[in-house]
């Protein structure tokens, strides 16, 4: 079973040769002047696997968001245990680095949350925030 080590919200993410940006993070407010908008939200993950993983075991993914009165958006992955690199010593986890950029719909001004889950609800960590009227 992998472990959450982090996940973080952000205006912006973007992973590269292993390594995950973050740019705005701790996201927890939304300005905007009128609604409904859509956000763009940036969500770093990192999950480890220990020794006892076996590669390639297939895991889920969803990422919920909340409005004040419904879910706006659900989205579902899947992903693999990945294999363990060849030059690290035997006793580390092997990580993985996920950065997703998702275009939120937000209907309402007012409080939503985004939920992260991992096969089913084995791993669930959620994050509120809110959106709020930007004077012109």
């Not at 409904?36 to 993950?45: R, S």
């Amino acid at each position: 079973m992998p472990e959450l080590d982090y996940m973080v919200l952000a205006e912006y993410v973007r992973q590269d040769n292993g390594v995950i940006h973050i740019m705005g993070a701790g996201v927890d407010t939304v300005a905007t002047p009128a609604v409904p908008t859509v956000a763009n939200v940036g969500i770093a993950v990192k999950m480890s696997f220990d020794t006892t993983e076996r590669p390639g075991d297939g895991h889920s993914l969803k990422v919920a968001f909340i409005g004040p009165d419904k879910p706006v958006l659900d989205m579902s992955a899947s992903f693999i245990t990945p294999p363990r690199p060849p030059d690290v010593p035997a006793h580390w986890k092997t990580g993985l680095g996920l950065a997703l950029q998702i275009p939120v719909p937000l209907p309402e001004y007012g409080d939503y949350s985004c939920t992260l889950s991992i096969d089913g609800d084995a791993i669930v960590k959620s994050y509120e925030f809110r959106v709020v009227r930007r004077e012109a």
